[in-house]
């Protein structure tokens, strides 16, 4: 790798995919929207699954006499192409939707991709079968004391399938 996206926040890369789940971490982050979306030609399976999130790339260890982490955190949207099968639960939603974790399966059956199993939260749980993802990172992350971006922060709510470099 050449140089980093965004050397404050340690980021290497803006652009993300399943093959780089494994440096990947959900833990907190904030849902704030989910849209479900066809492709315009005959793709098949024809759906995909798009996540607005507040994607936090790094949790910065608190500087005594500082007793609380803050966080570079990044709107990004998170993308599941040629989804199926995909089933949950949402509620009650009375509180925002963070993400707990999110666990890749191995295929219960003969089809070669994954189960995308527990996109898991505090109150909400999403499964589903895809081709894989693609995570795009829209803006430079911010330096924030809170676990979420304001909606100015992030530009509102957004799809854009578009990282900043």
């Given at each position: 790798m050449t140089a980093a996206a965004h050397p404050p926040s340690g980021l290497s890369k803006a652009t993300w995919t399943d093959a780089d789940f494994q440096f990947m971490g959900w833990h907190d982050c904030r849902i704030r929207a989910l849209g479900v979306t066809k492709y315009d030609?005959?793709?098949v399976p024809?759906?995909?699954?798009?996540?607005?999130?507040?994607?936090?790339?790094?949790?910065?260890?608190?500087?005594?006499?500082?007793?609380?982490?803050?966080?570079?955190?990044a709107?990004?949207?998170?993308?599941?192409e040629?989804?199926?099968?995909?089933t949950?639960?949402?509620?009650?939603?009375h509180e925002p939707l963070g993400i707990?974790?999110?666990?890749?399966?191995?295929?219960?059956?003969?089809h070669a991709y994954p189960a995308w199993h527990h996109i898991q939260g505090q109150n909400f749980d999403i499964r589903l079968r895809a081709?894989?993802?693609?995570?795009?990172?829209?803006?430079?992350?911010?330096?924030?004391?809170?676990?979420?971006l304001t909606m100015a922060q992030r530009n509102g709510?957004?799809?854009?399938?578009?990282?900043f470099v």
């Open positions: 030609d005959d793709t024809p759906t995909r699954l798009l996540l607005d999130l507040d994607y936090i790339v790094r949790w910065v260890d608190p500087v005594p006499p500082e007793k609380h982490f803050t966080f570079w955190i709107p990004a949207t998170l993308v599941f040629q989804a199926w099968d995909i949950g639960h949402l509620g009650p939603l707990d974790d999110v666990h890749r399966l191995a295929s219960p059956d003969d081709h894989g993802y693609r995570q795009y990172l829209r803006t430079p992350p911010h330096h924030v004391s809170r676990q979420v709510i957004n799809f854009g399938e578009q990282s």
